[in-house]
């Protein structure tokens, strides 16, 4: 009987020996390696069924009812139907997601769902819609969007609201219209709550984790000329474009989501309707006006006027100490868009009494989309809205002011 290859290497192994081993050591590396890519084949094969049984109809988002109550030229407000007992002591509050993106995010499907988490808590819940822009739109400036579209859509609710104070709910971009205005008519705020929003542009760069502040980099590496020739050419700042720049901050993701993310799925229908819907919103990506846009990435981002205190909005300068009412700030410790710093520096200005931040352990848009942040974002928000529900009523906003266009 031939020895054992294992009991020859204890002793004196011969090169037939060593040849064998590593044969044997390859043999169970090709075992392996195969049995993983049947595997893998597999869970894909599972999936691909999946995707092709899938119908187009499947795959909707933002089905809460809606319906409009207010419009201003292609800027819509609407109301969520409530879906629970509307609570009296607590003031409506308008959701105003930014121009990159739909707000339609906020109400993905039903389980997860801020809005009908708000809804479910008695909230009367209202959103601003910014239509579809187009080169029509080109000239329109932040001024614009701040202190006319935004304020009038303020202003009604106020006035439906028996003329006193609403909450304002910003987010991203958004987010940073919410400030501006909250710092310019306070009294029309009982409260601002904001999400993923960015403040100073310039953050704490020596702080940035591996991954974050590249979107910061970018734009402040970009000459003022070449912002300019490529408004000038489209007149707008297109979707598609930015598409892409938010794609590559996460490289392999987008280049692996479409084989191996569907593949590790396993051809489980619910997931994979999670992931077509996200992909459906992140697809709608409509084109930012080019005037504004041109104010966004250089006052903003290379200039960071807004902490600095020199940004104009309608020739007033914003001051962000005169925020005058409780703020909730939430930002995504892995948010590789809008870098933590960029905005828990809103804590700096607003008086330490009303200020509160919720740190959400993912990125951003898992703030509003993951399951985990229906409870610790969207119950954080309810909880906040309580407090304030239970404090001293709000007194009349005061006289409404013109929504009249300022030329």
């Known amino acids: 009987m031939m020895p054992r290859r294992d009991k020859i290497r204890t002793s004196k192994s011969t090169p037939m020996d060593e040849t064998m081993h590593a044969y ?24 691909g069924e999946v995707l092709g049984q899938t119908q187009r109809d499947e795959v909707q988002i933002a089905e809460t009812p809606a319906d409009e109550v207010f419009r201003v030229d292609k800027v819509r407000v609407f109301r969520y139907r409530p879906i629970a007992k509307v609570r009296k002591d607590l003031a409506p509050v308008l959701i105003c997601y930014g121009l990159f993106g739909r707000q339609t995010m906020i109400d993905l499907q039903d389980d997860r769902s801020m809005v009908r988490n708000m809804l479910a808590q008695g909230v009367d819940v209202y959103v601003v819609d910014w239509g579809t822009p187009t080169r029509a739109d080109q000239y329109l400036s932040l001024d614009d969007y701040i202190d006319f579209y935004l304020r009038s859509c303020v202003e009604h609710l106020v006035e439906e609201n028996g003329g006193r104070p609403i909450n304002l709910f910003g987010i991203c971009e958004g987010g940073t219209f919410a400030v501006a205005l909250a710092a310019l008519e306070p009294k029309l705020f009982s409260g601002l ?28 590496n970009l000459e003022e000329e070449d912002i300019d020739r490529l408004i000038d050419t489209y007149g707008m700042l297109p979707g598609a474009m930015t598409g892409v720049v938010f794609s590559s901050l996460t490289p392999i ?3 692996t989501k479409y084989n191996l993310g569907i593949a590790r799925m396993e051809g489980d229908k619910a997931a994979i309707l999670n992931f077509l819907r996200m992909e459906k919103w992140i697809a709608d990506r409509p084109d930012h006006p080019g005037r504004a846009a041109k104010q966004w990435l250089t006052n903003l981002y290379q200039r960071n006027e807004l902490t600095r205190g020199e940004f104009e909005v309608t020739g007033r300068k914003v001051d962000l100490t005169k925020i005058a009412c409780p703020v909730l700030n939430i930002y995504a410790e892995q948010d590789h868009i809008i870098p933590v710093s960029c905005s828990k520096a809103l804590g700096r200005f607003v008086k330490p009494k009303l200020y509160e931040e919720i740190g959400f352990p993912g990125g951003h848009v898992g703030v509003f989309v993951s399951r985990k942040a229906q409870g610790v974002v969207a119950g954080g928000i309810c909880e906040w809205l309580d407090r304030m529900g239970k404090g001293a009523k709000s007194k009349p906003a005061g006289k409404k002011t013109s929504t009249k266009k300022k030329k």
């Open 24 to 47: 044997d050591q390859a043999a169970e590396s090709y075992r392996v390696a195969w049995a993983q890519m049947l595997d893998a084949s597999t869970r894909a094969a599972k999936s």
């Open 193 to 220: 709550a904001l999400a993923i929003t960015p403040v100073d542009f310039d953050g704490e760069p020596e702080k940035f984790w591996p991954g974050e502040g590249f979107l910061n980099t970018w734009f402040k």
């Open 253 to 255: 993701n987008s280049m």
